[in-house]
């Protein structure tokens, strides 16, 4: 079946350290896209990419990092400078205009830091 | 981008229409209406989209209004399933980033 995998469901990190959340899918679609959401809360853009090699800041990019080395892949680090990653992070992705159904999105990872 | 405006929450029994409202004021002539659901601790769910006319799917209908700056989406018959935050989303196109705001919670009684 096709689909976006996040990895792992739930992570746990020491302040101060950097961490790397995997997002793989095989739906072939070219953009995709990292969401943050706090509880209670809405979804904040992270970082999005339409294009493999190619990424832009979205709403709340201070502190995170990713790269779209492959059409499949769109991981998201986040640094130590990130003053707030705790947070339930979806990862998504959305097939060209001419053939959009909508975005497809991960199931999650929570990540705690203590 | 163009805000939405939804109602925090809403309730409905089960097997009865559902319409969700969601205002946008300040809609532009090229933004797409977009409906979205989130199941707790889950990520959102595509539900449909819209540019100027009404719009069917097998999960519900959008009903958009003439001068644009209000849309409805339909559920025809609530289930205890469809109990999530709905969130209505404009977008310059129907493939653009998506700015999802708080939406509206549902609440399905028996």
């Known amino acids: 079946d096709g689909g976006i995998t996040q990895s792992p469901k739930y992570l746990f990190r020491k302040e101060g350290q950097n961490v790397t959340l995997s997002c793989e899918q095989n739906l072939n679609h070219d953009a995709m896209y990292w969401y943050r959401q706090d509880p209670g809360q809405g979804l904040r853009l992270i970082y999005y990419?339409?294009?493999?090699?190619?990424?832009q800041k979205g709403d709340i990019a201070e502190g995170y990092s990713v790269s779209r080395e492959k059409k499949e892949s769109f991981p998201l680090t986040v640094t130590s400078a990130q003053k707030n990653p705790t947070a339930f992070y979806l990862c998504?992705?959305?097939?060209?205009?001419?053939?959009?159904?909508?975005?497809?999105f991960g199931s999650g990872t929570r990540l705690t830091v203590v | 981008d163009a805000k939405t405006t939804q109602p925090n929450s809403m309730e409905s029994n089960e097997e009865e229409p559902v319409h969700l409202p969601c205002n946008h004021s300040?809609?532009?002539?090229?933004?797409?209406i977009h409906w979205y659901r989130q199941l707790p601790s889950q990520g959102p769910e595509y539900v449909i989209h819209g540019l100027t006319s009404n719009v069917n799917n097998r999960m519900a209908s959008l009903a958009i209004a003439e001068d644009r700056k209000s849309s409805t989406l339909i559920l025809h018959r609530a289930t205890l399933r469809d109990a999530a935050v709905y969130y209505c989303i404009l977008s310059a196109g129907t493939a653009s980033k998506l700015t999802f705001g708080t939406g509206t919670r549902l609440q399905v009684t028996l």
């Open positions: 300040t809609i532009s002539g090229t933004d797409y």
């Open positions: 990419s339409q294009i493999v090699n190619d990424f």
């Open positions: 998504a992705s959305s097939a060209k205009a001419d053939t959009y159904y909508g975005y497809t």
